[in-house]
């Protein structure tokens, strides 16, 4: 009997750690390996793309390209506005771009092809901070919301339900070490 219930327990706290845990991934921009160029029309950026993903502390973006070309610029959001290619936080032309996020809120990129800025060819993403870390709970912050003034800290009552679950893990952790 009790060697069920300690199976149950041990069960449940794995089940629990699984929720709230989440493993870094790698997003291709855009979704394929043609994504970083000029789009064909200004619905089509990749700013929806990136509006449609919920980028994480440690996840990375994957870029693909021809670096005869094009290349992959960070820059501040002044430079991202201005499409400004000099002095960028960092430059990449390897046609393999691979970009960490290692903090949280926003990240501009901008294409080093001559006039592919000016036409659309950037990106905004937003990393969500680390206490909001599971996955899905609710949208992402639109770029859009990263272009004028200071962010504004969701109210989804996300945070909320990661104490619940977070609580609960402690709690069945508590429980099979003191079955155990």
Same mark, same amino acid.
């Given at each position: 009997?009790? /060697?069920?219930?300690?199976?149950?327990?041990?069960?449940?706290?794995?089940?629990?750690?699984?929720? #709230?845990?989440?493993?870094?991934?790698?997003? %291709?921009?855009?979704?394929?390996?043609? =994504?970083?160029?000029?789009?064909?029309?200004? #619905?089509?950026? !990749?700013?929806?793309?990136?509006?449609?993903?919920?980028?994480?502390?440690?996840?990375?973006?994957?870029?693909?390209?021809?670096?005869?070309?094009? /290349?992959?610029?960070?820059?501040?959001?002044?430079?991202?506005?201005?499409?400004?290619?000099?002095?960028?936080?960092?430059?990449?032309?390897?046609?393999?771009?691979?970009?960490? %996020?290692?903090?949280?809120?926003?990240?501009?990129?901008?294409?080093?092809?001559?006039?592919?800025?000016?036409?659309?060819?950037?990106?905004?993403?937003?990393?969500?901070?680390?206490?909001?870390? %599971?996955?899905?709970?609710?949208?992402?912050?639109?770029?859009?919301?990263?272009?004028?003034?200071?962010?504004?800290?969701? #109210?989804?009552?996300?945070?909320?339900?990661?104490?619940?679950?977070? /609580?609960?893990? =402690?709690?069945?952790?508590?429980? !099979?070490?003191?079955?155990?």
């Amino acid at each position: 009997m009790a /060697s069920s219930r300690s199976s149950s327990l041990v069960c449940i706290a794995l089940l629990l750690v699984s929720i #709230t845990s989440s493993e870094a991934r790698d997003f %291709l921009v855009g979704g394929n390996v043609n =994504a970083w160029r000029v789009p064909p029309t200004t #619905t089509d950026s !990749l700013n929806q793309w990136a509006e449609k993903n919920r980028f994480q502390v440690g996840d990375s973006l994957v870029w693909r390209y021809d670096a005869g070309k094009d /290349s992959v610029l960070q820059v501040t959001r002044e430079a991202y506005l201005s499409c400004k290619k000099t002095s960028p936080i960092a430059e990449h032309k390897n046609g393999a771009t691979v970009v960490e %996020l290692h903090r949280s809120g926003a990240y501009y990129f901008i294409s080093g092809a001559e006039g592919a800025c000016e036409e659309g060819e950037k990106l905004i993403v937003v990393v969500m901070s680390e206490r909001h870390s %599971l996955r899905g709970l609710a949208p992402a912050p639109s770029p859009a919301e990263y272009s004028e003034g200071p962010a504004i800290a969701p #109210t989804s009552g996300a945070s909320r339900m990661e104490k619940v679950l977070k /609580s609960s893990v =402690a709690g069945a952790l508590l429980v !099979l070490g003191i079955v155990l």
